[in-house]
């Protein structure tokens, strides 16, 4: 299994609403990331995460909360998002090693509303 | 500071035909890596090529290859024989330097959009 799988691949909510993005992979890496792509811009690291400890937080709002339940689970919890959060959101994950390769999924594409 | 150069917005290349993608970086750090990824219009980043800056060879990937100039700080992708499902943004980017707390950071190039003409 060489997948990141996220869900859901389309999300709508409100400024009030409260929602989260999963992400999942069996690899066996023990690192795992949060980027947000606004369109035709670059990803954008948010969180890292290794061995289940959160190790990197670029100065994200405090209304994007990430959470590792296990080392195969990551998942971001959305609470009084604005309309300029609206992207995608890619979920990636790695191996320790300094060559390792990101392996992403397909993106949660989030609109704010 | 780590930097990602990609000065091509876009470029078009006529099918079965060979492109060059451009990037260039800057780095004080002796240790780095440069990827790159190909983004479809569906969202998932598809990586496609490795180069370390400790690699003797450039590295090749089937019609992929990076062409690696490290004295002129370069990083370019070569696709051989074009197909119209290379049609993509493309995006290098460049490993900050391990920090061997298990994870470490890519900053990606602007991309490059690609379009293969039937």
């Known amino acids: 299994d060489t997948e990141v799988t996220q869900t859901p691949k389309h999300l709508v909510m409100g400024m009030t609403n409260k929602k989260s993005l999963k992400c999942e992979q069996h690899?066996?890496?023990?690192?795992m990331y949060w980027y947000k792509q606004k369109a035709k811009k670059p990803p954008e690291l948010m969180f890292v995460y290794s061995y289940e400890k959160l190790s990197i937080n670029e100065s994200v709002p405090s209304r994007f909360s990430p959470e590792c339940p296990n080392s195969s689970l990551l998942n971001l919890h959305l609470h009084a998002l604005q309309p300029e959060d609206s992207a995608l959101y890619l979920c990636?994950?790695?191996?320790?090693?300094?060559?390792?390769?990101?392996?992403f999924g397909a993106g949660s594409r989030l609109t704010v509303l | 500071a780590q930097k990602i150069t990609q000065t091509q917005p876009g470029m078009f290349v006529q099918e079965k035909e060979a492109v060059t993608l451009d990037c260039t970086y800057d780095?004080?750090?002796?240790?780095?890596?440069l990827f790159w990824y190909k983004q479809p219009s569906s969202g998932e980043m598809i990586f496609l090529i490795y180069q370390g800056s400790y690699d003797q060879q450039n590295a090749t990937e089937g019609r992929y290859s990076l062409n690696f100039q490290k004295a002129r700080k370069s990083a370019n992708l070569v696709i051989s024989a074009s197909q119209l499902g290379d049609s993509a943004m493309y995006f290098c980017a460049m490993r900050e330097p391990y920090s061997g707390a298990g994870s470490y950071q890519l900053t990606f190039g602007k991309g490059t959009k690609l379009s293969v003409i039937p």
């Open positions: 780095t004080s750090d002796p240790s780095y890596g």
């Open positions: 990636a994950s790695s191996q320790q090693e300094s060559s390792a390769v990101l392996t």
């Open positions: 690899m066996g890496h023990r690192a």
